[in-house]
């Protein structure tokens, strides 16, 4: 059986960033507002100690805020240099402007 579990409001999204950090079973997960497709990755750029809800949002890509590496943020792939490793992406839910996250399995 699958488990969601809510973890923020559509609202609670910077409408200046497009993107919240939230903490997920217990890891930090970035969330994007993409003109109304809500996405999760990993929060933490995996070349660097940076948040990515710290990042630059643009046509649908982050940018880390620590070494301007840039992936794509619907498949998790690196986009440049000197990023090389995929983000981890979360499946996302939205019911009545409450965005859910699928749990782990135990």
Same mark, same amino acid.
């Given at each position: 059986m699958e488990t969601w579990k809510p973890v923020a409001q559509v609202g609670d999204i910077s409408p200046d960033t497009g993107t919240l950090?939230?903490? *997920?079973?217990?890891?930090?997960?970035?969330?994007?507002?993409?003109?109304?497709e809500i996405c999760a990755t990993q929060d933490r750029c995996p070349h660097g100690n940076a948040s990515l809800a710290d990042g630059?949002?643009?046509?649908?890509?982050?940018?880390?805020?620590? *070494?301007?590496?840039?992936f794509d943020i619907r498949t998790g792939k690196p986009q440049c240099p000197p990023v090389t490793t995929d983000l981890?992406?979360?499946?996302?839910?939205?019911?009545?402007?409450t965005i859910?996250?699928?749990a782990e399995a135990a």
């Open positions: 950090r939230v903490v *997920h079973d217990g890891e930090g997960v970035c969330l994007y507002d993409l003109q109304g630059y949002v643009e046509d649908g890509t982050i940018e880390c805020p620590l *070494h301007q590496g840039v981890r992406r979360y499946e996302v839910r939205v019911e009545a402007n859910y996250l699928k």
